[in-house]
């Protein structure tokens, strides 16, 4: 969340934002309910300050008469305190609610836009081949026998899957070879819960509950099936103050995914480009203020190292205002051309790297403290390596062969145990 501190005095600024976000929240709304929330604590902490006096002249006061006048102002004072820390928890939720649905800074160099279609590309690499008669990854499955959606419908429901055969083996391959990847780069290896408490998922920058909601709730429980391992590693180190001297901590993370996917429709979410249960390796970094920059380039770097070793031609693209999510102060992503995506073929995303400053942190209690007296909030990035289902559908799709066979990337034998399917 933002620093409420900060959106008190910016309070057009953060109006501008919210508006090239399209946030919907009342900021005026906010800075009434903070200055009444900020005057009723005075009022509480001045009333609990008499208290103490009034509890301290009665220690004072050895005649029974003479403390009567002292206990009868005492309870009164009781009571008001009392029915002003029930107002104060009242506003309390108005004012957190308020802030949380308030997005992140934004980055002075982010694109202003509606959506993803006013993304800024910033470089392509890699040709794309020309294939005689491309087929999309479905039409390749089919023919190689390696998905089974039907029957994944019938035992989990629509958009559920069973991967068959060697894409079942590539799918374990890119994992590993992910993980791999990010370990030689220095990165701690972490597996995570696939269940996060609502706290780490509103931190994170979701808002879980409504209509939209991406989220599958636990019932009965404060507890939802997480969407990315950015969730549970950003909660790894909630309530705690890290050494500044041991920053920046960067984690890789392995998790199984699960996205509701409310309001997806059409052809994006064609065949596995959308679906409710994936695999995902993730890079997590803990930062100092002045290291995140620096380190969110170093992930989009990592990111294209990983995609040019898979041999598919990709395009990076600076993510407009519209279409970043409410914790990112800046955000790339990567997306893979896919001879199945439109009509005659596009890039999809396939990775994202976003740096979220302190906003995840401050809601979280992450902060840093250096031996000379140097502290605040750290700053958290986060960046795929590697979302198994449209990795596998760029890896088909590019990979195919004029006879229909498809090539495994040479990075990946070794992982697989075979060079090509069919």
Known sequence: MLDSKYVREHVEEVKKNCALRHANVDVDAFVKVDAERLSLMQEVESLRAERNVI????????????????IAKGKRLKEDISEKEANLAELEGEWNSLLVRMPNLSHPSVPEGESDKDNVEVRKVGKVRKVESSLNHLQLAEKHDLIDFERGAKVSGAKFYFLKGKLAILEQALIRYGIDFAVREGFEMLTTPDLAKEEVLVAKGFLPRGPEKQIYYVEGEDLALVGTSEITVLGYHMNETLAAE?????????????????????????GLYRVHQFSKVEMFAFSKPEQSEAIHFEFLRLEEEFWKSLEIPYRVVDCASGDLSGSD??????????????????????????????YQSRGLSIKYASKDGEKGFVHTLNGT??????????????????DGSIKIPAVLVPYCGFDKIG
């Open 246 to 270: 041991e920053l920046p901590k960067k984690y890789v993370a392995f998790s199984h995914c699960f996205r509701t996917e409310a309001g997806a429709y059409g052809r994006e979410s064609f």
């Open 55 to 70: 509890a301290n002249e009665m220690a004072s006061v050895k005649e029974k008469g003479d403390r009567e006048p002292l």
């Open 385 to 402: 390596v590697v979302a198994t289902p449209r990795a596998m559908i760029a890896i088909l799709e590019n990979h195919q062969q004029e």
């Open 329 to 358: 102060y800046r955000r790339f992503d990567i997306e893979a051309w896919m001879f199945g995506k439109g009509e005659s073929g596009e890039y999809g995303e396939v990775t994202s790297t976003s740096d979220c400053w302190d």
